[in-house]
């Protein structure tokens, strides 16, 4: 299948029933994407597919094909990270990180959608994205500050 990540377009020989999440880790070696629950519950997992938030580990990698997915890896441009990474930085977000890149694609999705979103849209659009650290004020406020970037 043919598959254009990260404004990189890409050959992958994977068998019909392979999740996007498997081909994007194991055979693009893109593992800023996290494994989490599986059934596309917590989040981890969220990329881009044409700008919308996606849970790769339920999504079959043949379905992406022809359309443009972008990763945590992806977003960062010229040696410059995107104002909503920069944001979670600032705002302190990050204890274990493991739900950061999944968070940060769905934050990502949202301001592509609505450039100034209440605390409210911000919950609503993040309900599924889960933190066991409980960092979610801390979210909330990066997002808040990357809104006004």
């Given at each position: 299948m043919e598959l254009n990540v990260n404004n990189k377009n890409y050959t992958v020989?994977?068998?019909p029933d392979e999740n996007l999440l498997t081909v994007l880790r194991d055979y693009l070696d893109l593992t800023g994407s996290?494994?989490?629950c599986g059934e596309g519950s917590c989040g981890?997992?969220?990329v881009l597919i044409d700008g919308k938030s996606t849970r790769s580990c339920i999504t079959p990698a043949?379905?992406?094909s022809g359309k443009?997915?972008?990763t945590i890896?992806?977003?960062a441009q010229n040696g410059k990270m995107h104002p909503v990474q920069t944001a979670f930085?600032?705002?302190d977000v990050f204890q274990c990180a493991y739900c950061a890149p999944g968070m940060i694609m769905s934050a990502v999705s949202l301001l592509q959608k609505n450039a100034n979103p209440s605390e409210q849209e911000i919950i609503k659009s993040m309900q599924g994205n889960i933190c066991r650290c409980g960092t979610y004020p801390r979210i909330i406020k990066a997002i808040q500050e990357a809104s006004t970037v």
């Open positions: 020989n994977a068998g996290k494994y989490g981890a997992c969220t043949n379905s992406a443009k997915i972008t890896e992806g977003l930085l600032n705002a």
